[in-house]
């Protein structure tokens, strides 16, 4: 499994915030932030999947080799890849 790309980020937040909160408190709220949107995207890519009865893959083929363009099924591919592609790229931070 390939190694997310780590970087070190400096918060700044009011005094009142920091003395209310503490640092491992400000770090689960920033991962249940990035867990929520991981499966947000996850929750689309399912329902994509129930639509048309077929993986990503699957359906992207069919819908690149149709002969007939298929106006709705082209804006859902291009949804599903777009909720794809951002499931991926949360999939890569650490949980």
Do not use: H
């Amino acid at each position: 499994m390939q190694q997310a790309a780590m970087k070190e980020i400096k918060l700044m937040l009011p005094a009142n915030v920091v003395e209310s909160l503490a640092r491992n408190e400000i770090v689960s709220l920033l991962m249940d932030k990035i867990l929520n949107k991981k499966e947000y995207y996850l929750t689309r890519c399912n329902e994509m999947e129930q639509k048309y009865g077929k993986p990503y893959t699957a359906f992207k083929e069919q819908v690149e080799n149709s002969e007939k363009e298929e106006f709705e099924e082209w804006d859902d591919l291009i949804e599903w890849e777009a909720y794809e592609l951002a499931y991926k790229d949360c999939k890569k931070s650490p949980d």
